[in-house]
């Protein structure tokens, strides 16, 4: 979770909403990570998680991301959990949850849906205090 807070430090650089996410393997080697981009990129799909997710896939050589852990500062919006679902991974670690656009409980649980045919393990409110604190002091800035 220290390295995507550390990315999600770089979103605000930009004008982004500090959000970072890294994906690592099951030997716990980061194999992927991103932070929002949207802004930068003009680019609505920007999210920190479908930037982690892609790069993993590229390192990796396949979209099926088995064994690996996405880990984000923020609870995953609907598209992002979509995408974690979609690409098999198997844990997801998140540290704040969003009472507005959380998919991973907070709204809804796409993640947990047992319509689904994967449902990765998730561990929600990791180091919540200090992703919160960085989410908070953007929207001080940028209000």
Known sequence: ???A???????SETGDVPVGAVVVDAEGTVVGEGWNARERDGDPTAHAEVIALRAAAAVRGEWRLD???LVVT????TMCAGALV???VSRLVFGAYDEKA???GSLWDVVRDRRL???PEVRGGVRAEEASAQLLAFFA???
Do not use: I, K
């Open 117 to 119: 045919n994967h449902r």
């Open 86 to 88: 979609l690409s098999r």
């Open 5 to 11: 807070l550390a990315l999600a430090a770089r979103a």
């Open 74 to 77: 923020l609870e995953p919006c």
């Open 1 to 3: 979770m220290g390295r």
């Open 102 to 104: 959380g998919a991973v």
């Open 67 to 69: 064994g690996c852990t």
């Open 141 to 143: 800035e940028h209000r």
